[in-house]
């Protein structure tokens, strides 16, 4: 069974960081591309970033390019993503996301619970 | 960037009833890059379409998809009350990979 645990969510003050954690098992992590998404609170959903299976290439949204940055460490099965220049907007759960495929263009078929992150003085 | 707009906003049907919900694309997707979500309450999402027509595993029949080039419709026959959820679409076809806004689908 795919499950996809995030940590490292919480209060931090505008212009600060934060990195968070997505530990995965259940499958052969190096092997898909994984994803980062995110829901503002009472919002929908906002595709934020995604990395290659062999952690080589990366895609961001515009509204994040330059100040979050995603990684993964296949000998560990963990995907992160490094937060910095933190601004309110960037409030949400954020999601680690398993794509269905090693290759760019697939679905998210397994989704993890979440993480908070509340960006506020 | 690719848009996505979904429609109607909120759909409030009877149980057994159909929902048709749309997603329009522009510019204009693959059909390959299409793919539908359902999210309940406090839960997070799950695949359901997956190439505009495709059933993700465990999806009920009752749930179809098709369209092609910028509209596509993501259609749920003999709606039940567990049916009552946020639809959203999704293009791959492009980074970035976005998402619609959402249907609401209320039972009534």
């Known amino acids: 069974e795919v499950q996809l645990l995030e940590s490292g969510g919480g209060l931090v003050q505008p212009g600060g960081s934060l990195r968070l954690s997505c530990a995965a098992s259940?499958?052969?992590?190096?092997?898909?591309?994984m994803t980062w998404a995110r829901q503002a609170p009472g919002k929908g959903l906002e595709w934020v970033s995604a990395i290659s299976a062999g952690g080589d290439s990366t895609y961001y949204a515009g509204s994040v390019k330059g100040r979050l940055t995603i990684s993964r460490d296949n000998s560990k099965n963990t995907l992160s993503l490094q937060m910095n220049s933190l601004r309110a907007e960037d409030t949400a759960v954020y999601y680690c996301?398993?794509?269905?495929?090693?290759?760019?263009?697939?679905?998210?078929?397994?989704w993890g619970q979440g993480t908070l992150v509340t960006v506020s003085s | 960037e690719i848009v996505l707009t979904q429609s109607p906003g909120t759909l409030s049907l009877s149980p057994g009833e159909r929902a048709t919900l749309s997603c329009r694309a522009g510019p204009s997707i693959s059909i390959s890059y299409l793919a539908w979500y359902q999210q309940k309450p406090g839960q997070a999402p799950r695949l359901l379409i997956y190439?505009?027509?495709s059933r993700a595993t465990g999806i009920p029949d009752r749930f179809s998809g098709s369209g092609s080039g910028t509209d596509f419709t993501l259609t749920i026959n003999r709606l039940e009350p567990e049916d009552s959820a946020v639809y959203y679409c999704q293009q791959y076809n492009s980074s970035p990979f976005t998402f619609g806004p959402g249907t609401k689908v209320e039972i009534k």
């Open positions: 190439g505009t027509s």
């Open positions: 996301a398993k794509g269905r495929g090693s290759g760019w263009y697939v679905p998210i078929d397994n």
């Open positions: 259940g499958f052969t992590f190096s092997s898909y591309v």
